[in-house]
């Protein structure tokens, strides 16, 4: 059974950085996408960004590209991502997501891909 765990949210002034980290276990290969989303109350969850654990190039949001970045490290089984550039609309609670997948070009942010396990969240303020 998969179960995961994030850390790293904080509070953050506008235009800096902060990474979040998400321990991951019971996986049992690397077919498995990762994603990070993210919510603010009264909105629809959105997904910022994914990737496969058996490689490929990651997905992003058009809202967080060139200022976030994934990553994982399989031997540790741990997730990242790296946030830069900060700014108040990032501000939100962030998740950390996997569900079993093979490998597909469209990448880990499909619109048909329904995440299955979801760690508990991590709240990100980004104050201006």
């Known amino acids: 059974q998969v179960q995961l765990e994030e850390s790293g949210g904080s509070s953050v002034q506008a235009g800096g950085s902060l990474r979040l980290s998400c321990a991951a276990s019971?996986?049992?290969?690397?077919?498995?996408?990762m994603g990070w989303f993210r919510q603010v109350p009264g909105k629809e969850r959105e997904g910022v960004a994914g990737?496969?654990?058996?490689?490929?190039?990651?997905s992003y949001a058009d809202s967080v590209k060139g200022r976030f970045t994934i990553s994982r490290d399989n031997a540790q089984n741990t997730l990242w991502l790296q946030m830069d550039s900060l700014k108040s609309e990032d501000s939100a609670i962030y998740y950390c997501?996997?569900?079993?997948?093979?490998?597909?070009?469209?990448?880990?942010?499909?619109?048909?891909?329904?995440?299955?396990?979801w760690g508990q969240g991590t709240q990100v303020t980004v104050s201006s």
């Open positions: 990737i496969w654990l058996g490689g490929g190039s990651p």
């Open positions: 019971g996986f049992d290969d690397l077919n498995y996408c």
């Open positions: 997501a996997a569900v079993a997948s093979p490998y597909k070009r469209s990448g880990c942010l499909r619109e048909d891909l329904v995440y299955k396990t």
